[in-house]
């Protein structure tokens, strides 16, 4: 029997290969698609940026303790709280935002978590700088001090000559 | 000036030379504290709400100072409580906030934010209690500073 060929044969309520392949394709599309309904930030999500606002805070604390400059780091970070803070307060009315603002206060917490080792490796040399400044300054104020006390009186004749070698006394009157 | 003198005006004249230049690397040793204040809608120590209805909005502002020696991340707990209610410099009030303020502070830096608040429960002598929490590096929580804080409220139904 010759079955005529048209194109939206498959289409029909005969079993052909096409038709099951089909099927099988939006069956899987239909299951594997995300849900266009935005859920809610869950609390483990705000547990998440809580955290690693913690862990960058301890980063930027450890900064300040070598040395490193964290007014930027330490304001970077109550901008982040402050994203946390609002995503709570609108979770409920608007939980994309939330969401939204919750991902942006976790970047804000990576990159200041990051930029804190090196401010804090900044602070350490800073402070490595200073340190032998103070000492060389120290060793060198002691050495003038005992170059003027060995040969203080010797230099001071010679400055006296220098400025006074000239001098012709005169008899007055 | 004789000899002896010059000497001694020269001694004294180094140490302090020599201190001036150590003093940048001498460690800090001063008192290591931490401030919590309350302020008026103002943002003065005037001016203060002593009566309020229930749910009414009202705004007040918190000043918190970080002299620690080094950064601090603080936590405002404000808190609704009652003249029965416990508190004290060891020991915190046993109620759940009703806002929780975060910040961080760098040493020596502070800062005045507001707090908008209503009030849930009408009586007598309620009373709006804030406390000052900071986070322990060690032990990565928030402890309570002993700092504590409060308003004393009416607060009508109406």
Excluded at chain 1, 32 to 47: K, N
Excluded at chain 1, 81 to 93: D, P, R
């Amino acid at each position: 029997m010759h079955r005529p060929e048209c194109p939206y044969q498959a289409w029909g309520l005969g079993a052909s290969p096409m038709k099951v392949v089909l099927i099988v394709v939006i069956t899987a599309l239909l299951l594997t698609a995300e849900p266009q309904v935005t859920s809610a930030a869950s609390q483990a999500t705000f547990g998440g940026t809580s955290l690693a606002v913690q862990s960058a805070f301890i980063a930027v604390q450890t900064a300040g303790k070598d040395g490193g400059n964290i007014t930027s780091l330490v304001a970077e970070l109550n901008g982040a709280l402050a994203l946390v803070q609002k995503a709570s307060a609108e979770n409920s009315s608007n939980p994309s935002q939330a969401s939204v603002d919750l991902q942006s206060a976790l970047v804000i917490a990576q990159q200041v978590q990051s930029a804190a080792a090196t401010v804090g490796r900044q602070g350490i040399s800073t402070r490595q700088v200073q340190f032998d400044f103070s000492v060389a300054s120290a060793v060198v104020i002691m050495g003038v001090a005992v170059a003027l006390y060995v040969y203080g009186d010797r230099i001071y004749r010679r400055l006296w000559l220098r400025v006074y070698g000239d001098h012709v006394v005169r008899e007055v009157g | 000036m004789d000899r002896e003198t010059g000497v001694l005006a020269l001694a004294v004249v180094t140490m302090l030379a020599v201190l001036a230049a150590v003093s940048p690397i001498l460690p800090a040793n001063g008192e290591s504290f931490s401030e919590l204040g309350i302020l008026g809608p103002g943002q003065q120590i005037a001016g203060y709400p002593t009566t309020v209805g229930v749910g009414q909005q009202f705004t007040l502002y918190v000043y918190v100072g970080n002299h620690q020696g080094e950064a601090e991340y603080y936590q405002v707990m404000t808190k609704e409580g009652s003249q029965a209610t416990v508190i004290s410099n060891s020991t915190s009030a046993d109620l759940p906030p009703v806002l929780v303020s975060p910040l961080v502070l760098g040493d020596n830096g502070s800062t005045i934010f507001p707090v908008n608040l209503a009030m849930s429960t009408a009586g007598l002598n309620q009373r709006l209690i804030f406390e000052l929490w900071m986070f322990n590096s060690t032990t990565a929580s928030f402890g309570y500073t002993g700092l504590w804080n409060q308003i004393w409220l009416n607060v009508t139904t109406t």
